[in-house]
């Protein structure tokens, strides 16, 4: 199939005006004008979308499907206070409404433009929610305990789904890796478990580190409020915990698991250059997560400073438990406006700019998955993973100049018209070709209802 529009932006070079890319199975066969294109391969099918991008489809490289229910309730509490309260709505949702929630985010991902996904989760229902909708990505199994009486049995479990979710991926682009929950919901000797378990078995490895002030004084000093009501409604109160005197980055340095080859750091917010050092010289990415750090009053991650220490960083929506959305638009955008609100005027010559972000949150995020040579960019032999962006019926997105700074400065999911997955159409002007819309809209009212209050 050929797809033509306005504007193809690969990503990897400079944009095509007019341009094609060419599909074949589930594979990019070729990019180029569509006059080339054409010319070359006589008789294609052709899909036009006029004036509109096509460009590689967004990786979200932090996300937590199975929590889009939670979409607006706790939504004006500062980090610490938003994780407990969402922790005691938990029990309130029955197994089938975690996987209902987690279809509506694979639903929501698709239909913003979202190809690729890197999701945390302990029950697996990413990855059913990601098959059944056609989405792409790395769901790693998460484990957590700070008891280390439970560190054998809770890895023993992990190492079983991760198998059983290896099986239910089958043939599908879904790879499974293993996420240690975070320094204050993990005991060390969990880190280094884990750290042995993703070597032996090849697996990719993700963390939440240095989010919130809080996380940091709990580890550096053994105080706030981690260290006292979580930890009492964790089941954590009668387990031991000694202030580290260093920073989660440095504390986490030595229990192994940085020395791993595919090591994913999410947030980084609360970190200084000690730290950054620490991470760029162990080839350690970063997901930044700039609108929830904001909402949740995390801070502002030192994206320059991850820059000129040569950071691999993509950009993660953190699901919409904590920031509503999962959109990438606003995503790009909101992390690129926080950049400039810090670096100021005088930055000019290192001003940040839309193309940027569209790197962040397509082959910078590929990159940071360790996914480059696969997903990221349209080149051909990539896996066909392309969307369309609308660029001309919409009175906000009228009229265009830079494509790339619609994209960022003005676009949002609404005006994603499609989403092809390895070359398998998902989305296309509003439907949803793979799930039933109605029925998930519904299901996810039915479960809000049980999360009021
Ligand atoms: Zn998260």
């Given at each position: 199939m050929l797809l033509t529009a306005k504007y193809v932006i690969p990503v990897s070079g400079p944009h095509i005006e007019d341009g094609a890319v060419l599909v074949s199975g589930d594979r990019i066969v070729a990019v180029g004008t569509r006059q080339d294109v054409v010319a070359a391969h006589p008789g294609e099918e052709v899909r036009d979308f006029g004036l509109a991008v096509l460009m590689p489809g967004f990786v979200d490289v932090h996300t937590h499907l199975e929590y889009s229910v939670f979409r607006g309730a706790v939504d004006d509490v500062p980090y610490t206070a938003w994780k407990m309260q969402v922790q005691r709505k938990e029990p309130r949702l029955a197994p089938a409404d975690w996987m209902d929630s987690a279809v509506l985010g694979a639903m929501e991902a698709v239909g913003s433009?979202?190809?690729?996904?890197?999701?945390?989760?302990?029950?697996?229902?990413?990855?059913?929610?990601?098959?059944?909708?056609?989405?792409a990505g790395i769901v790693y199994r998460e484990v957590s305990t700070m008891d280390k009486r439970q560190v054998a049995g809770r890895m023993q479990t992990a190492e079983a789904d991760i198998d059983a979710w290896r099986a239910l991926a089958g043939d599908d682009p879904i790879e499974i890796g293993i996420a240690p929950h975070s320094p204050y919901t993990c005991h060390p000797s969990l880190f280094s478990a884990a750290a042995t378990l993703a070597s032996d078995r090849s697996l990719p490895v993700a963390i939440h580190l240095a989010g919130s002030r809080d996380e940091y004084d709990f580890v550096r000093y053994g105080s706030s409020n981690l260290a006292q009501d979580f930890r009492e409604q964790a089941g954590w109160h009668d387990v031991a915990w000694m202030p580290t005197g260093v920073s989660p980055v440095q504390y986490v340095l030595q229990w192994g698991l940085f020395d791993l080859e595919r090591v994913l750091a999410v947030h980084c917010v609360q970190v200084d250059e000690r730290d950054i050092d620490v991470l760029a010289s162990h080839g350690v990415s970063v997901a930044h997560c700039p609108r929830c750090n904001a909402k949740l009053g995390m801070g502002i991650a030192p994206l320059r400073s991850f820059f000129e220490h040569g950071l691999t960083v993509g950009l993660g929506t953190d699901s919409p438990a904590s920031n509503n959305t999962v959109d990438p638009f606003d995503e790009m955008r909101i992390g690129l406006l926080l950049q400039r609100s810090v670096s100021g005027e005088s930055d000019f010559y290192r001003y940040f700019t839309a193309r940027t972000f569209m790197r962040l949150a397509t082959i910078h995020g590929a990159r940071a998955l360790g996914m480059e040579d696969e997903i990221g960019s349209l080149e051909a032999g990539k896996r066909a993973d392309i969307i369309a962006v609308d660029l001309s019926s919409s009175p906000h997105m009228v009229p265009t100049a830079d494509p790339y700074s619609a994209l960022v400065h003005t676009a949002n999911q609404k005006d994603v018209l499609a989403t092809m997955v390895a070359g398998r159409m998902l989305f296309d002007r509003g439907e949803y070709l793979t799930v039933d819309k109605e029925r998930a809209l519904a299901r996810a009212q039915e479960i809000r209802d049980k999360l009021r209050g």
């Open positions: 433009g979202i190809t690729t996904v890197a999701d945390i989760t302990d029950s697996g229902n990413s990855v059913r929610a990601a098959k059944q909708t056609g989405l």
